[in-house]
C-alpha cells in the first residue's frame, strides 16, 4: 500500500506530464511562489505538502484530489528570528525537530559560521564533525545524515541565532535576503561544488588509465557500473533543459554505491 507521500508524488508527477499549463517546475515556482526545490520533495515523494497554504496552491493548481486538506492532531507552532534561540513546539520530539534541516542548509550554515566568527577547522573541532563532512555540508554537497551530526549542525545555527524549524524547511521562509538571489545563491555554490567534484574525480580516475588490469577489475567490482551511467546521463541532460525535465519524470534510479563517510 502506497504511502500518503507516494500517492502524491504519483500523482503529481503524473499530472505536471499531461498538463500544458507550466513548461517546468520553475514556471510553477514563479506562478505559484512555492520553491522548486520544494516542488522536487514532493515529486519525488520525499516530502509529503504539510503545509495547508502550500498545499491549497497546489490543490488550486493542479486540480487533484490529492492535495485535498489533511487533519493532523498537532502541529509545530513556528518562529524565524535572529535574536532569540527559542521555538515554541507542540507535539513534536527534539530529535523529530532537528531532522528537519532546511534545503537552504549551505547558505544558512555558511552565514552562523562567519556569525560564530569560527574557521571551518574550528567549527569542525568545536562541534565534533569532521571538517570533510562540514565542508560537504557547506558546499551543499550532502546533508547530515546521522543524529550526531543532525544535532552538531542544529547547535551551529541555534548558537548563531538561526532558528529552525519545521514550516521553515516546507516553506523555504527567507532570511535577510531575495528569493531569486538566494536561488542563485544556492544554485552558484552546487555548481562550484560539482566543479570541484569533477577535477577531483579526473584525478583519481588518472590512476586508472595507466594502472595493471587487475587494478582495473577492482574498480569495476568496487564502483557500480549503473552509478556511472545514471551520473553520466544525468550531466548530459543538465544541458538540455527540454530533455531534462523529460528524463527527470522517468528517473527513478538510487545510486547503488557508499559512502562511509557521513
Known amino acids: 500500500m502506497s504511502s500518503p507521500k ?12 499531461s498538463q500544458k499549463t507550466y513548461t517546468s517546475l520553475s514556471a510553477m515556482e514563479r506562478a505559484l511562489n512555492i520553491t522548486k526545490d520544494y516542488l522536487h520533495l514532493i515529486r519525488d515523494g520525499k516530502r509529503r505538502a504539510a503545509d495547508p497554504q502550500l498545499r491549497q496552491k497546489l490543490k488550486e493548481a493542479t486540480g487533484l484530489r490529492a492535495f485535498d486538506p489533511i487533519m493532523v492532531e498537532s502541529r509545530t507552532s513556528v518562529s524565524v528570528t535572529t535574536s532569540t534561540k527559542e521555538t515554541r513546539t ?31 577547522k574550528e567549527c569542525s573541532q568545536k562541534y565534533e564533525i569532521k571538517l570533510n563532512s562540514l565542508k560537504k555540508y557547506k558546499g551543499g554537497i550532502r546533508k ?13 545555527l541555534n548558537d548563531a541565532g538561526l532558528v529552525i524549524s519545521e514550516e521553515d524547511v516546507s516553506a523555504k521562509v527567507k532570511i535577510q535576503e531575495p528569493p531569486v538571489a538566494r536561488a542563485s545563491t544556492i544554485a552558484e555554490t552546487k555548481a562550484r561544488a560539482v566543479i570541484r567534484l569533477l577535477i577531483s574525480l579526473s584525478n583519481e ?7 595493471a588490469e587487475d587494478e582495473r577489475r577492482i574498480f569495476k567490482k568496487t564502483v557500480p557500473g549503473q552509478d556511472v551511467g545514471y551520473i553520466t546521463t544525468l550531466l548530459r541532460a543538465l544541458y538540455d ?9 522517468f528517473s527513478t534510479y538510487t545510486m547503488k554505491g557508499k559512502d562511509s563517510d557521513d
Do not use: Y
Not at 504519483?10 to 506530464?17: D, G, L, N, Q, T
Not at 513534536?92 to 571551518?120: F, G, H, Y
Not at 545524515?145 to 551551529?156: F, G, P, R, Y
Open 241 to 249: 533543459e527540454d530533455k531534462f525535465q523529460k528524463w527527470l519524470f
Open 90 to 120: 507542540t507535539g513534536i520530539s527534539d530529535v523529530q525537530r532537528k531532522k528537519e534541516l532546511p534545503e537552504n542548509l549551505p547558505i544558512l550554515l555558511e552565514s552562523a559560521i562567519k556569525k560564530l566568527r569560527l574557521t571551518l
Open 6 to 17: 507516494e500517492t502524491e508524488a504519483e500523482a503529481f508527477r503524473k499530472w505536471f506530464f
Open 144 to 156: 547530515p545524515a546521522s543524529e550526531k551530526n543532525i544535532s552538531a549542525v542544529s547547535n551551529i
Open 205 to 211: 580516475l588518472e590512476f586508472f588509465k595507466s594502472c
